[in-house]
């Protein structure tokens, strides 16, 4: 009996799941799990975009957004198409409005990024071949380097020469090919040289912009909505600055975008011009690059009254500038918090189910076979398969949600079964001469372990539809589920065969 016992501890598959499962259970200690927004608490944002498009064009959405909001540093992002001009972000871990309002400027800013010296374009973002850390300073002003391409630090360089102190303005998403109607103080400051740097002879902001993005600003002054729409019949859009916001609803039956910009309490009138052309600048021209000399590396910088908003500036250029251009522009119509109190209740109740699923697994085996021997390695296998489980997601930071949790436990009940599987072959055999035995466990076992194999083959195959071709929670679902049987038919299933035999005395 000691000898079958040492042979036992001896056993390839028993060392294997050893070592996994202290190693699990060492990275749960030095790693907490990590849990999904319907656990964790976060926030939903419906966002919209312009116009329908089609589904390639939604799919680019998706994937841009994805990746955008994983530049922004954030955790357990979800970003789901809804038909062909809503889509759903959920991230969790998000609990203040501060958070909420960058992801949400994140996903508004569609992130076309212009260079423009004197009308020119010469420059986008495709022109942007590096971004660097940006920096904050003590004064809260804040920078953002980037890298040029050649191309376009050629084309400025010749735009620029002998032109020292004229501005050069850089542009996030400005309204292109629009109609801006303003007040008539926003009119009076877009057309002086105000936004010139040091070259009042330079155009004005007013006729570099009409020049580069064939934009017309035009002066509120009581025109009807007939009118303005008259101005506006070769525009994409109309933009509302600071007039009368009940022009915006007179212009719903006008065949293209209404936006509607107010003016912020205390914004002054320069301000308020850099927010809606999504203006960073104007730049004056240095001597050194007046010469005619290219100059690849650039930086964008700002200043904001404390350092949490510079942080979230500069954040939001460097996200956009790093993850590329949305193909359409969004914006955000709904927004709603999910509480972390009511997943901690999800995550009790996930809790009471795994262990009243044990309890049943173990009452269930044991009515089964009526042996204590049977049932409590079983239980005992499930037991250390869900460790490893949930070891394997604390290692790579996977996010467990309830459709997660759920993946294990079905994963678990899989398990069950192919350990049942097991043990009847074993049970089923005779006991004749110990040669015979020996060949009868080996066809057993193999039987078994087809019978194991092609369980999980079609697990597995199902399971990977739902994971490639769905999104959202199902995805958590079948990862897990995967996750499961794998473990399950390398690590936990040999163990437990070893185990069986060794308790069923099958040598």
Do not use: C
């Not at 927004?37 to 944002?45: K, L």
């Not at 002054?221 to 019949?233: C, G, P, T, V, Y």
């Not at 399971?463 to 958590?476: A, D, E, I, N, Q």
């Amino acid at each position: 009996m000691k000898r079958r016992t040492k042979n036992l501890f001896l056993n390839w598959r028993i060392i294997l799941l050893t070592l996994v499962l202290i190693g699990s259970i060492a990275t749960l200690a030095v790693r907490p799990l990590t849990f999904g927004i319907d656990i964790a608490g976060g926030v939903a944002i419906v966002a919209q975009t312009e116009h329908p498009v089609d589904a390639d064009t939604m799919q680019l959405v998706v994937d841009s957004l994805q990746k955008r909001l994983n530049t922004l540093g954030v955790k357990d992002i979800t970003v789901e198409a809804q038909g062909d001009q809503i889509v759903l972000v959920k991230v969790a871990n998000v609990t203040t409005p501060e958070e909420a309002n960058q992801i949400k400027n994140v996903i508004e800013s569609q992130g076309v990024f212009y260079m423009e010296f004197g009308g020119v374009i010469f420059g986008t973002g495709r022109d942007v071949e590096y971004v660097g850390i940006y920096q904050i300073k003590s004064d809260n002003t804040w920078a953002v380097p980037f890298r040029i391409s050649k191309s376009a630090a050629e084309k400025f360089a010749e735009l620029a020469r002998d032109k020292a102190g004229w501005p050069v303005d850089m542009f996030l998403d400005p309204p292109v090919n629009s109609l801006i109607i303003v007040s008539e103080s926003v009119y009076k400051t877009m057309n002086s040289s105000e936004f010139n740097a040091q070259a009042p002879e330079a155009p004005t902001l007013m006729e570099r912009i009409t020049k580069a993005f064939n934009i017309t600003v035009v002066t509120y002054a009581n025109q009807s909505a007939d009118e303005i729409a008259k101005l506006a019949e070769s525009k994409e859009k109309i933009v509302l600055v600071d007039v009368p916001q009940e022009l915006q609803a007179e212009l719903e039956n006008v065949n293209v975008t209404v936006r509607f910009v107010p003016r912020n309490p205390g914004e002054s009138d320069h301000s308020l011009i850099v927010r809606v052309l999504g203006l960073y600048g104007p730049y004056s021209v240095g001597e050194g690059l007046a010469t005619g000399a290219p100059q690849q590396d650039v930086q964008i910088t700002g200043t904001a009254p404390d350092r949490l908003t510079a942080e979230q500036e500069a954040s939001t250029i460097y996200t956009v500038l790093k993850s590329g251009s949305l193909p359409v522009k969004l914006t955000v119509v709904g927004m709603e918090f999910i509480s972390p109190r009511l997943g901690e209740g999800f995550k009790n109740q996930a809790l009471y189910a795994g262990i009243g699923a044990l309890i049943a697994v173990l009452l269930i085996v044991y009515f089964h076979y009526r042996n204590w021997r049977i049932a409590l390695p079983v239980a005992s296998t499930s037991l250390f398969e869900a460790i490893i489980i949930l070891g394997f997601a604390a290692l790579i930071q996977w996010n467990l949600d309830l459709p997660s949790i759920a993946g294990i436990i079905a994963a678990i009940g899989t398990g069950v079964d192919q350990q049942i599987v097991i043990t009847d072959e074993l049970l089923g055999g005779e006991k004749t001469t110990k040669i015979t035995r020996r060949s009868s466990v080996l066809k057993r076992m193999g039987r078994a372990f087809f019978v194991i194999f092609a369980s999980a083959a079609t697990t597995i195959a199902a399971m990977s539809f739902l994971l490639v071709y769905f999104v959202g929670t199902l995805k958590g679902f079948a990862f897990t589920t995967i996750l499961g049987v794998l473990i399950g038919i390398f690590i936990t299933r040999p163990a437990y065969a070893e185990i069986a035999k060794y308790i069923l005395g099958e040598d």
